[in-house]
């Protein structure tokens, strides 16, 4: 029993080291999380029944009272929609008028919490969206007050996310007044994180709301992340003490959402719009040039071109094809011959001759 115990004892140790210093296991613990998220179901069944069976019993006045809360809600969201979408259309007309890049729409996905990391020194917790569903790694997670964490590893079905307060994370901010920047850093405590090396004269107070920078290219910019909730200025050092309280509902939150934002960096954004700014100049520029080329060919009647007079009539049964919009294109530079213009005032029938040799 005793040569049993020992030999299993270092077979786990050895596991342990080999999992913690190489990625062997990897795949093992992929194909784990197969059965897991069985376990993770049968789990939850109990919760899912109870949920089920005590909305079957509500009573009528809770049912009513939540419907009149609910269409109040309704509306309010609704009017604040409309000014979203205005100030949507404002914002799209701005960035067109400056020739920057065009708006992006993120794409999001609901995601469920369905464990977490029994850990007390880490805070990380598992959704139900996986490799499978298109989640990539660092791929931002929010609930609906603000931004939770980043995806930090990937399985086929389900994925591990880290929280905003685990001691290793750390994001870029701007505080929302005055847009100063800082790094919040998480403290273990799931109800609060910490500004460090904030100067001790930085215009930050209690109560600003911190969002994200965009710095990194990690989260997007402008999601709300913290509300300052402590300042402690200590003349005697350099930096001050900055506490902040999360917005996200950290350790309630339920449901929440996966960002998919747009990877591209500012320079291939540019760049791509300006080939499509291009290419609408292009399409636009096809269907115009059939006026003006009317105009400049009367124009043309340069002395070289008396000397293809006799050759009009060979080379007229080519107009049809050559009155393409594609040729007065090509030939952008009949202006040039004005200086000739009283030079051939004689021959007026002449001149639509020479232009059909000229094409």
């Given at each position: 029993?005793?040569?049993?115990?020992?030999?299993?004892?270092?077979?786990s140790?050895?596991?342990?080291?080999?999992?913690?210093?190489?990625?062997?296991?990897?795949?093992?613990?992929?194909?784990?999380?197969?059965?897991?998220?069985?376990?993770y179901?049968?789990?939850?069944?109990?919760?899912?029944?109870?949920?089920?069976?005590a909305?079957?019993?509500?009573?009528?006045?809770?049912?009513?009272?939540?419907?009149?809360?609910?269409?109040?809600?309704?509306?309010?969201?609704?009017?604040?929609?409309?000014?979203l979408?205005?100030?949507?259309?404002?914002?799209?007309?701005?960035?067109?008028?400056?020739?920057?890049?065009?708006?992006?729409?993120?794409?999001?996905?609901?995601?469920?919490?369905?464990?977490?990391?029994?850990?007390?020194?880490?805070?990380?917790?598992?959704i139900?969206?996986?490799?499978?569903?298109?989640?990539?790694?660092?791929?931002?997670?929010?609930?609906?007050?603000?931004?939770?964490?980043?995806?930090?590893?990937?399985?086929?079905?389900?994925?591990?996310?880290l929280?905003?307060t685990?001691?290793?994370?750390?994001?870029?901010?701007?505080?929302?007044?005055?847009?100063?920047?800082?790094?919040?850093?998480?403290t273990?405590?799931?109800?609060?994180?910490?500004?460090?090396?904030?100067?001790?004269?930085?215009?930050?107070?209690?109560?600003d709301?911190?969002?994200?920078?965009?710095?990194?290219?990690?989260?997007?910019?402008?999601?709300?992340?913290?509300?300052?909730?402590e300042?402690?200025?200590?003349?005697?050092?350099?930096?001050?003490?900055?506490?902040?309280?999360?917005?996200?509902a950290?350790?309630?939150?339920?449901?929440?959402?996966?960002v998919f934002?747009?990877?591209?960096?500012?320079?291939?954004?540019?760049?791509?719009?300006?080939?499509?700014?291009?290419?609408?100049?292009?399409?636009?520029?096809?269907?115009?040039?059939?006026v003006?080329?009317?105009?400049?060919?009367?124009?043309?009647?340069?002395?070289?071109?008396?000397?293809?007079?006799?050759?009009?009539?060979?080379?007229?049964?080519?107009?049809?094809?050559?009155?393409?919009?594609?040729?007065?294109?090509?030939?952008?530079?009949?202006?040039?011959?004005?200086?000739?213009?009283?030079?051939?005032?004689?021959?007026?029938?002449?001149?639509?001759?020479?232009?059909?040799?000229?094409?």
């Amino acid at each position: 029993m005793g040569v049993r115990l020992l030999v299993l004892v270092v077979l786990s140790v050895a596991l342990m080291v080999v999992d913690a210093r190489f990625t062997l296991l990897k795949p093992v613990r992929s194909q784990m999380s197969l059965v897991l998220m069985q376990s993770y179901w049968i789990t939850d069944l109990p919760q899912r029944l109870w949920q089920g069976v005590a909305s079957q019993f509500g009573s009528r006045t809770e049912l009513v009272a939540e419907n009149e809360k609910l269409k109040t809600e309704n509306l309010l969201l609704q009017g604040r929609m409309q000014k979203l979408a205005a100030l949507t259309e404002q914002n799209v007309r701005l960035r067109e008028l400056l020739n920057s890049s065009a708006l992006v729409n993120e794409k999001v996905e609901v995601a469920e919490l369905i464990g977490m990391d029994p850990n007390p020194f880490t805070h990380r917790i598992i959704i139900n969206k996986g490799e499978r569903d298109g989640v990539v790694l660092g791929q931002p997670v929010l609930d609906a007050r603000g931004l939770m964490g980043q995806v930090v590893e990937l399985m086929p079905y389900t994925s591990r996310v880290l929280l905003l307060t685990d001691t290793t994370h750390s994001i870029p901010v701007q505080v929302n007044r005055n847009g100063l920047r800082a790094i919040a850093s998480g403290t273990g405590n799931p109800e609060r994180l910490e500004l460090r090396h904030v100067a001790d004269t930085a215009d930050i107070k209690e109560g600003d709301l911190l969002v994200s920078s965009g710095l990194g290219q990690r989260f997007p910019a402008g999601y709300p992340v913290a509300t300052v909730k402590e300042v402690i200025h200590d003349s005697g050092q350099p930096f001050a003490i900055v506490r902040a309280v999360p917005t996200a509902a950290l350790n309630r939150s339920r449901y929440l959402l996966l960002v998919f934002s747009d990877n591209r960096t500012a320079e291939e954004r540019a760049n791509d719009a300006a080939q499509a700014q291009e290419a609408q100049d292009q399409q636009g520029g096809t269907a115009t040039p059939v006026v003006p080329a009317t105009v400049p060919k009367p124009v043309v009647p340069a002395t070289p071109a008396t000397a293809t007079a006799p050759a009009a009539p060979a080379a007229a049964p080519a107009t049809p094809a050559a009155t393409t919009p594609l040729k007065p294109v090509a030939h952008p530079a009949p202006v040039k011959p004005a200086a000739t213009r009283p030079a051939a005032p004689k021959p007026p029938a002449a001149a639509p001759a020479s232009t059909g040799g000229r094409e």
